[in-house]
């Protein structure tokens, strides 16, 4: 009998479908930004940036003016990117929620997130809303102040659930996330964004290995 009781969403191109790069999101923002490039100097600073605002260390308001620096776009636009850039749950994602819970199993997401965009995802009226309540646990790095694939984010996973090691089946489209978690022990995942279906994925993994049948 297998010993699996959990199973861990990331969210962005896993459960949530997300721009696939700032330019995209500002022309869903509807917002021209012309030929501005980022030269590497700027790029490693914008990481910079998306690490501190996804640990929790920086505010809406700060990195949207900081970025905008980087940009070469006033603030505001940085804002409406970031709030574009979510663009709704995958189809079939809530489902597989449904039929993991039917079956007994725990579920959460763990996710390197920001506060605004939890917010997106936790209102009714957004477009992009994936309803965080359906997960039994929910870990986004901006309030747990850590990132994957800092050991320590896996590590509060287990402590907050009490489930480790192969008891917990992972998603995630990072490689480098995926290998985190591998070195705790758990059954993770990687989550092919070029094949642009991961429930199907994900529902492959689990019929593997006996958690859908």
Known sequence: MSD???IVFDLGRVLVRICENWRHA???ARIDVGSVEIDDARRAALRELVFANESGRMDKDEFCRRAG???GVPPAHVAAMSDVYLLGVYPGALEL???LHERGYAT???SNTNAN???LMSDPAAPCCLPLERLRHR???HLVGLRKPDDAIYAHVERKTGFSGPQIVFFDDMIENVEGAQRRGWRAHHIDRERDEPVAQMREHLSSLGVLT
């Open 108 to 110: 959460a997401c763990l």
């Open 26 to 28: 500002f022309e869903v």
């Open 139 to 141: 870990f986004g790095s």
């Open 4 to 6: 699996i009781r959990l």
């Open 97 to 99: 929620i449904d039929d």
């Open 117 to 119: 965009h939890w917010r």
């Open 69 to 71: 620096e980087l940009f």
